[in-house]
């Protein structure tokens, strides 16, 4: 039976062999692979396309929906300087809603590295403005969004956040982690119609940078976002949803162990679903060490006894997992402190194990040297955003001040957790950051920031490299963008070009194992189960 495709060309199957010159595919399967075998299956409505052939990539940590919003709204997230985001917010015009929303905000670009409601009241006046940090960790508002939330100097600050202040104490504009929620919670939530609109456009994206699948690190309502659960719904029964995706469902911090009920349930509905799967569960452990939410073992540099948040007591973790473990669910822990890295690896080592388990820790900006060897040998994943792990102006500015020398020399550890035997697997948390793999690679490998990122412009975040010991070869890299990612996604053969896989595959312009530079390496074209999805 003549195949439906063939790719002649270099064709890397995987990271680790040797690349063949042809892949057939047929039915959206690969069913052969090398010059000879495929030609043989060549007939009159064969499509024989030419170009370098690879796996396509997946995005093992990202939040689809936020980021297509995002793109939707005044979005500042290609943007770098004070001036572009004045111009940029001036310019927007938010339509008939009352209030005005953005997104992509870096906090280096304002003197301090914290924006003010005295700025953004000049260029958006009295109509309440809401930007969300490129990060999603906090929100810069206007005083017309203070005075509808009842914020003024003497409010305190809510459990899981905090209010910024100035030196004399005045409430600044700018709310950090659950204090968010003071004003996010006013917001009227976009309707169903908006979300579904947004995830089409995020998919519409991230297909042209070669992704086929991903897993959202985030169904459920949080961070302001309204339920993603339904929206999944609608793309993949409406046959929408040309990606593939498993979601994480949220575990909600302020209810108990009976929302596992929930999660259950939901894990059950979605079976039926195509190209959607809920077999993951996202804890929030920690939050980021820029506004010093991360948990950290030592005090943060400067500041005697700040130590971050633990959103979840250590001990109740120990229950949450163990109860999630059971039930057959991957545990998706957000972990960027090396205490909470420390406390959701207790947690996991006490949980029973299953050998299909799927368990990661999401992000581990910072790991203690003794903990470095527990992933491999707890079989936990480790789940990396290589993009940050660079010397870029946002770290050197917002995040580096506040680390120790001995939590600088433990940062971003990926070499060491590779050479330790830990599995690893790239994601982006976009919108936090780029979505494209091919720049990730870059920086996993080199550690230095790719020329086209609109966040590193400078010589030093392009030629000085963060940690150069704890760079990976480009196989690695390629793998965790490819294989490695799919495996954390639990999207079983996807990754791999190998007869019987599905035909999930990008072109792109140049071989990335022999490109001078890959940040430069193109798609240019995205096939899913062997259907073109982007070109």
């Known amino acids: 039976m003549a195949a439906d495709l063939v790719f002649h060309g270099v064709v890397r199957r995987d990271a680790y062999t040797a690349p063949t010159d042809a892949v057939a595919v047929r039915n959206g399967v690969v069913v052969a692979l090398g010059r000879g075998a495929c030609d043989a299956l060549v007939d009159r409505g064969t499509e024989v396309v030419e170009g370098v052939v690879t796996p396509g990539f997946v995005d093992a940590h990202a939040h689809p929906v936020m980021a297509g919003l995002n793109r939707l709204r005044c979005d500042l997230d290609d943007l770098h300087s004070l001036e572009d985001y004045r111009r940029r917010i001036s310019e927007h015009r938010p339509g008939d809603g009352e209030w005005f929303l953005g997104s992509g905000r870096y906090g280096d670009v304002f003197p301090g590295g914290f924006p003010s409601a005295a700025e953004l009241d000049r260029l958006v006046g009295e109509r309440p403005a809401v930007l969300t940090s490129h990060d999603a960790h906090g929100v810069w508002v206007n005083s017309a969004a203070l005075r509808r939330a009842g914020i003024d100097d003497t409010t305190p600050d809510p459990a899981g956040g905090r209010i910024h202040r100035d030196e004399h104490g005045h409430a600044t504009g700018f709310l950090m982690e659950s204090a968010a929620d003071l004003v996010t919670d006013l917001v009227p939530k976009p309707g169903r119609a908006e979300l579904v609109d947004a995830l089409l456009e995020a998919q519409r994206y991230l297909h042209s940078l070669g992704i086929v699948g991903w897993q959202d690190a985030a169904v459920g309502e949080m961070l302001g976002m309204p339920d993603l659960f339904p929206v999944y719904r609608e793309a993949a029964e409406s046959d929408r949803l040309t990606a593939k995706v498993t979601g994480a469902l949220w575990w909600n911090l302020d209810e108990d162990l009976t929302q596992v009920d929930r999660l259950l349930q939901r894990r059950a509905e979605a079976e039926a679903w195509p190209h959607f799967q809920a077999s993951a569960v996202k804890i929030m452990q920690d939050g980021v060490c820029e506004n010093l939410t991360a948990a950290v073992i030592d005090h943060y540099h400067g500041r005697p006894g700040e130590r971050g948040l633990s959103f979840v007591d250590p001990e109740f973790l120990g229950l949450v997992v163990k109860r999630l473990a059971a039930e057959g669910f991957d545990l998706h822990l957000h972990a960027v402190g090396d205490r909470a890295v420390r406390e959701c690896l207790d947690a996991l080592e006490a949980a029973p194990r299953h050998p299909d388990a799927r368990h990661q820790l999401a992000h581990l900006d910072l790991i203690d040297p003794a903990d470095v060897p527990r992933p491999a040998a707890l ?85 000085v490299p963060l940690l150069p010991d704890e760079g990976i070869d480009v196989a690695t890299a390629f793998h965790a963008a490819t294989a490695g990612a799919a495996r954390a996604a639990r999207l079983d053969g996807t990754g791999t070009l190998r007869v019987g896989a599905p035909a999930d595959l990008v072109i792109l312009d140049q071989d990335p194992f022999e490109a001078a530079d890959l940040a430069s390496v193109t798609v240019l074209a995205t096939y899913v189960d062997g259907v073109a999805v982007h070109h």
Request: glycine residues 8%.
């Open 379 to 463: 079989g936990v994943i480790a789940n990396i955003q290589p993009l940050w792990a660079r010397e870029d102006q946002v770290l050197v500015e917002t995040k580096l001040p506040y680390l120790t020398d001995a939590q600088r020399r433990h940062h971003f550890a990926f070499g060491s957790l590779r050479a330790a035997g830990a599995e690893l697997a790239m994601g982006s948390d976009w919108p936090v950051s780029s979505p494209n793999p091919l720049w990730g690679m870059h920086v996993a490998v080199h550690r230095t920031a790719p020329y086209g990122d609109p966040h590193a412009q400078d010589d030093h975040a392009r030629t």
